[in-house]
């Protein structure tokens, strides 16, 4: 029976809004996790006289979406797309990370400040994603104090990913011991040692 329940898809046993319901609920970036958000998008009411769509008050919403979830039906299917979905998810936010890494790792500070410490754009989110690396921005007496993060530091983490999926090969160096000789031994002992063993 187990097996059989296993076997179903996710949205077998959904409405057609239930399976959009469960779709913003576990697969959507803004409403991901988020039940009252995720039932605001789908159930939307219609105002009969205009036939506009007119948006639910939150508190509707979270009541709704609350009666929703308790449902067994879509706690299964919540839990099945979770399930089906993880592995995109994990692989999606780790390019995403990757790639934060990769930037924090190799901006040019040039890029966002300019040589007497002001920003190159007149509006911060005129930088887009080159914003994240600026660690702090602080109001002083002379103006905005900008600091950047330390590339040297995901650098090294970035290094270190490398080293991850491209392993270092370790060349194992044998060295030939030529013979032991006491601590005090003068230059001119090691040498006549080398020259012995370059004979032989």
Same mark, same amino acid.
Request: proline share 2%; glycine share 2%.
């Given at each position: 029976?187990l097996?059989q329940?296993?076997?179903?898809?996710?949205?077998?046993?959904? $409405?057609?809004?239930e399976?959009?319901?469960?779709l913003h609920?576990?697969?959507?970036? +803004?409403t991901?996790?988020?039940?009252?958000?995720?039932?605001?998008a789908?159930y939307?009411?219609?105002d009969?006289r205009?036939g506009k769509?007119?948006e639910?008050?939150?508190?509707?919403c979270e009541a709704?979406s609350s009666r929703?979830?308790s449902?067994?039906?879509? $706690?299964?299917?919540?839990?099945? +797309?979770?399930?089906?979905?993880q592995?995109?998810?994990?692989?999606?936010n780790g390019?995403?990370?990757l790639?934060?890494?990769?930037?924090?790792?190799d901006?040019?500070?040039?890029e966002?400040?300019?040589?007497n410490?002001?920003?190159?754009?007149?509006? &911060?989110?005129?930088?887009?994603?080159?914003?994240?690396?600026i $660690?702090?921005?602080?109001?002083t007496?002379?103006?905005l104090?900008i600091?950047?993060?330390?590339?040297s530091?995901y650098?090294?983490?970035?290094?270190r990913y &490398?080293n991850?999926?491209?392993?270092?090969? &370790?060349?194992?160096e044998?060295?030939?011991v030529?013979e032991?000789v006491?601590?005090?031994?003068?230059?001119?002992?090691?040498?006549k040692?080398a020259?012995?063993d370059?004979k032989d």
């Amino acid at each position: 029976m187990l097996q059989q329940e296993e076997e179903k898809t996710w949205d077998v046993e959904l $409405k057609h809004k239930e399976r959009l319901f469960v779709l913003h609920f576990c697969t959507d970036d +803004l409403t991901f996790l988020n039940a009252t958000a995720s039932y605001k998008a789908v159930y939307k009411e219609r105002d009969k006289r205009t036939g506009k769509i007119k948006e639910r008050s939150n508190e509707v919403c979270e009541a709704c979406s609350s009666r929703l979830m308790s449902r067994e039906h879509i $706690k299964i299917a919540v839990a099945k +797309l979770l399930r089906e979905s993880q592995a995109d998810l994990d692989e999606k936010n780790g390019y995403k990370l990757l790639k934060d890494l990769m930037l924090l790792a190799d901006f040019n500070p040039a890029e966002i400040v300019k040589a007497n410490g002001t920003l190159t754009v007149k509006d &911060l989110s005129q930088l887009g994603e080159k914003a994240k690396c600026i $660690k702090s921005i602080e109001p002083t007496k002379f103006g905005l104090k900008i600091e950047l993060v330390d590339r040297s530091k995901y650098m090294q983490m970035y290094l270190r990913y &490398l080293n991850l999926i491209k392993p270092e090969v &370790l060349v194992e160096e044998k060295l030939k011991v030529i013979e032991m000789v006491p601590k005090s031994a003068s230059v001119e002992e090691w040498n006549k040692l080398a020259e012995k063993d370059c004979k032989d």
